[in-house]
């Protein structure tokens, strides 16, 4: 049986409301299959930076996500016991300290798990930015450090508190760790 393969997309800054229309943006994936979508962000743990949240709940991601669009790539024919399978696989690729906006994204792993479940391409646009980055390398030096990386951010952060404790404990409840890393070694 066929199951749909759905790209969820999120508007990441306000500045997309101007450069959309030019083609370029700021843009957030997730894959929605079997009614959870899955994603990948930056965190500074040498472990799987890959989540599931709520389909097309922008707030679940953070106040400066916004919900764009949804579209329909493809099917497949995995069931969801191999696609939490692959996910898992996934996990140990798309690790949390490993994301880079530009080289290492939402984006990439999403083409990435839609390559995989149906054999097709997300749409060019959704990651123009970072294409164009490795096209145009001072849009890098360009972009805030702490944007980059979570590595960069967690610096960025220590340089700013000191004293801060920003072991995985502190900064997430153990409720939110389940709900972001769920499924993950």
Known sequence: MAHPVIVNIYDMYWINEYTSNLGIGVYHSGIEIFGSEYAYGGHPFPFSGIFEITPKDAEELGEQFKFKESIVIGTTDFM??????????????????????????????SSALVEILCGKELPSWVNRLAYMSSCIPFIEKAIPKEWLTPLALQSALEEHTPSADLSPSSILSSSEAAGLFHGQN
């Open 80 to 109: 969801q016991e191999d696609v939490r399978k692959i996910i898992d696989h996934l996990g140990r690729e798309y690790r949390g300290d490993q994301y880079h906006l530009l080289n290492k994204n939402c984006n990439h792993f």
